[in-house]
Each structure stands twice: as structure tokens, then as C-alpha cells.
């Protein structure tokens, strides 16, 4: 069963008009939890408002901390078009709801907290702020590298400095994730910090530098493009 959802999915993403959502949806209740979570994987671009409930009951009651995870990171998708307004307010209230529960229960595996936060970053309520501070001063390389995530999808410039200062972090999963961030605030002021980076010793931490100057734009940004073009 894992090796036919495998398949499905990868055919999926090769192919727009292939649309196996049914079977993924029917594979949620499957007793194995690979199978769940492959299920999950393959609904990622679903936007039907009634796989929230689904999710929700699988972030909060699945006997696999991986199924909860990719429960919660899927629960994302959802969390934005609450923000773009696409959704009824009670979907809204339900995965603001289910997200934010997430992240308070201490009792939870900290990898399904940090995808929960990074879910519910768009939201950016005073709690989720509180959980981003939280995660940041962690300790935990995972849970900061989510902190920076979810800084970004906040969209508030607040959380410029925090940014900056760890696009000189000695690791290079945290100068992915403040580089990337950096694209998604769309501040010039980050240009120049930017800049270095892509040069980077890690090739993926230089990807995400030039994404982050496209998508923040200007002139020395496109100057230091047409560098990379040369490269």
C-alpha cells in the first residue's frame, strides 16, 4: 500500500491534470501510520474546506507522533487561506483553534509543536509570538530553525534583527531558514546581508540567498543576480 501511494504521489507531482485525492483521503484511516502520512503528503495541494476536521482529529488523536507532524505542517495551507480570507470563519476559528492547542500542550513531541507553530505563524497573534520567542531561545536546533520560519510567514519586520543576526549563524540549517525568511519580509534592509550568502560554503543556503534578493528586489539585488548569472 505505501509503495502504491509512493508511486501516486510522485505521478501527481509530475502530472497536474493526475488527481488521486480520493484514494489519499481513504488511505488516512489506514492502520499503518507510513501510509497515513504518505496520505497526508499527497492532499497537499487539496483545498477542500472539509479535510480541516480530518486533519484536526489527526493532529490531536493519531497514536504517531510523524502522522501528527505532517497533520499539523499540512494544516498550513488552510492557516494561509484563513488569512487571504478564503475561508468561512468557522474554518478559520477550527484551525487557528487546533494549531494553537497544538503548541501548548508540553506534553506533545516538540517536532509536532514545531510544525504547528510554523503553520500557525500566519496568524500572528500574541501567542503565537510568545511560541516563536519561545522556540528561538530553545536551544533546540529544530525548534529554532522553525522559529525563523515562522518569523518570516509572519509578514511583522519585528523580527528583522532576530533574522540578521542568524544569517551568520554557524549553522548552516539556520541561515537557510533566516535567508528565506528575510524573502518572505521583503525588506531592502536585509540586502546587504544577503549578499554573502551567496557565496556561501553550503550550496543551499546560497539557493535561498538568491531567492530571498529576487524576491525582495532592487538594484543592488539585481546587480548581485547578474553576478550569480555569471558565476
Known sequence: RLS?????VDLANQSAELDFNEIFRQCLNDEDPEVRGKAIEGLWEDEDRALISVLCRLVGEDSSSKVRA????ALGKFA??????KLLRKDSNKTRECLLATLQDDLEDLEVRRRALESAAVFDTNGVQEFIKWAYDSGDLGLKSSS??????????YWLSY???????????LRYE??????ELEEEEAIHHLLPLTDDDDFEVQISA?????????????????????S
Open 70 to 73: 505532517a497533520a499539523a505542517m
Open 80 to 85: 494561509m487561506l484563513a488569512q487571504e480570507g
Open 148 to 157: 525563523l520560519y515562522a518569523m518570516g510567514k509572519t509578514g511583522e519586520t
Open 163 to 173: 533574522l540578521l543576526k542568524e544569517l551568520k549563524n554557524p549553522s548552516p540549517p
Open 178 to 183: 533566516a535567508a528565506n525568511a528575510c524573502g
Open 210 to 230: 538568491i531567492q530571498a534578493l529576487g524576491t525582495i528586489g532592487g538594484p543592488l539585488a539585481k546587480k548581485a543576480l547578474r553576478r550569480c548569472i555569471k
Open 4 to 8: 502504491i501511494l509512493e508511486r501516486l
